[in-house]
């Protein structure tokens, strides 16, 4: 059974940082793609950062670009978010997921709420 | 950045009933789209993808058309279960983008 275990989120003053994992487990990690699409209360859904499964390609949706890194560690089963000069508009759940072979998001985690407020 | 807009906003409807979504996009995104489901404090589940195919243990009462700019999701007969927020995904380009959503309410 697949399963997805995000971590690391939390309440932190605009300007900190957070580091949010997801734990996988029931399917080769390493051979698919992952993600994070994040969803600021009451709102839609917004794709944040995606890594391939090798880890060799990294994308990012604009406004996170230089302040979020996305990594994994294929010998653990883990992928990362690192979160930095947080802002207001960050606050949101964030939400792990992993392609399937078509490139689409098939299982996700249930998710961890990063809030940035003073 | 590709923008995919979904209409209607909200879709007042009964059990039993025939409801039809509609995604666009700003540009052609070939057959790379997806229909997401999402209940109130839940992750989104993934429906339909390549415009057409359902994902595994997906009821077959889901079906989506479409290709290029203009997509349909289409639930044949709305069981208790199906009233929620739809969404419609692309992956034509990065960034992937969401539609803003669709709620599917109880009539």
């Known amino acids: 059974e697949v399963q997805l275990l995000e971590s690391g989120g939390g309440l932190v003053q605009p300007g900190g940082s957070l580091r949010l994992s997801c734990a996988a487990s029931?399917?080769?990690?390493?051979?698919?793609?992952m993600g994070w699409v994040r969803q600021a209360p009451g709102k839609g859904l917004e794709w944040v950062a995606y890594?391939?499964?090798?880890?060799?390609?990294?994308y990012y949706v604009d406004s996170v670009k230089g302040r979020f890194a996305i990594s994994r560690d294929n010998s653990e089963n883990t992928l990362y978010l690192q979160m930095n000069s947080l802002r207001v508009e960050d606050t949101a759940v964030y939400y792990c997921?992993?392609?399937?072979?078509?490139?689409?998001?098939?299982?996700w985690g249930q998710g961890t709420l990063a809030t940035v407020s003073s | 950045e590709i923008v995919l807009t979904q209409s209607p906003a909200t879709l007042s409807l009964s059990p039993g009933e025939r409801a039809t979504l509609s995604c666009r996009a700003s540009?052609?995104?070939?057959?790379?789209l997806a229909w997401y489901q999402q209940k109130p404090g839940q992750a989104p589940r993934l429906l339909i993808y390549?415009?057409?195919d359902r994902a595994t243990g997906i009821p077959a009462r889901f079906s989506g058309s479409g290709s290029g700019t203009d997509f349909t999701l289409t639930i044949s007969s709305l069981e208790p279960e199906d009233f929620a927020v739809y969404y419609c995904?692309?992956?034509?380009?990065?960034?992937?983008?969401f539609g803003q959503g669709t709620k599917v309410e109880i009539k």
């Open positions: 995904q692309q992956r034509s380009l990065w960034p992937r983008t």
């Open positions: 997921a992993k392609d399937n072979s078509g490139r689409y998001p098939d299982y």
């Open positions: 029931g399917f080769a990690f390493s051979s698919y793609g």
């Open positions: 390549d415009a057409s």
């Open positions: 540009q052609s995104v070939s057959s790379y």
């Open positions: 890594i391939s499964g090798s880890g060799s390609g990294t």
